[in-house]
T-cell receptor
Framework: GAVVSQHPSRVICKSGTSVKIECRSLDFQATTMFWYRQFPKQSLMLMAT?????????EQGVEKDKFLINHASLTLSTLTVTSAHPEDSSFYIC????????????FGPGTRLTVL | AQRVTQPEKLLSVFKGAPVELKCNYSYSGSPELFWYVQYSRQRLQLLLRHISRESIKGFTADLNKGETSFHLKKPFAQEEDSAMYYC???????????FGTGTRLKVLA
């Protein structure tokens, strides 16, 4: 099946710094990718839909200036957490939609962000 | 409003016992429903989609439009089935998912 990678798998940063997380579709082109946040023992919360070549669509309550999304190519989307604070600490997961593959999404392994 | 409900946060069963993980949905139109599974320290992966009507790892799920349900069933649970299970529904005209809150299945020896 289609493979999605994320980098880094784990990041620790100081409060106030910005962190970039990459999501790549390794063997297919993904015009649409999604970014989720998962709190411990909770479900996935969709943050935004990343569209190649256009602006991301953010879910209600997600600050677009806080969570910058760029989808510059058909295989790469990036999520930048700007001026991170401890409350941004979470598990961030991306997924990619493969055109022609039904509505199945392929998920990355996630990135654990810890803000000190 | 479109919604997916998984009423059980945790379900514990003994090995060899039948399992039913509940999923109810609220949707106007013909829904397309999925079950995803997340094993410990692994990524989410597709388990079943109702369109294909297949059985994966012994699990089946039938869409019941009258009861607006898509319950996941397995006649004999295995210890390796222990995982987090999510029911998902893409709203019409979009590729994104509405996820249920998930059910943690624990299969006891």
């Amino acid at each position: 099946g289609a493979v999605v990678s994320q980098h880094p798998s784990r990041v620790i940063c100081k409060s106030g710094t910005s962190v970039k997380i990459e999501c790549r579709s390794l063997d297919f082109q993904a015009t649409t990718m999604f970014w989720y946040r998962q709190f411990p023992k909770q479900s996935l919360m969709l943050m935004a839909t990343s569209n190649e070549g256009s602006k991301a669509t953010y879910e209600q309550g997600v600050e677009k200036d806080k969570f910058l999304i760029n989808h510059a190519s058909l295989t790469l989307s990036t999520l930048t957490v700007t001026s991170a604070h401890p409350e941004d600490s979470s598990f961030y997961i991306c997924s990619a939609y493969q055109r022609g593959g039904g509505n199945e999404q392929f998920f990355g392994p996630g990135t654990r962000l810890t803000v000190l | 409003a479109q919604r997916v409900t998984q009423p059980e946060k945790l379900l514990s069963v003994f090995k060899g016992a039948p399992v039913e993980l509940k999923c109810n949905y609220s949707y106007s139109g013909s829904p397309e429903l999925f079950w995803y599974v997340q094993y410990s320290r692994q990524r989410l992966q597709l388990l079943l989609r109702h369109i294909s009507r297949e059985s994966i790892k012994g699990f089946t799920a039938d869409l019941n439009k009258g009861e607006t349900s898509f319950h996941l069933k397995k006649p004999f649970a295995q210890e390796e089935d222990s995982a987090m299970y999510y029911c998902a529904l893409p709203p019409s005209g979009t590729y994104k998912y509405i996820f249920g809150t998930g059910t943690r299945l624990k299969v006891l020896a």
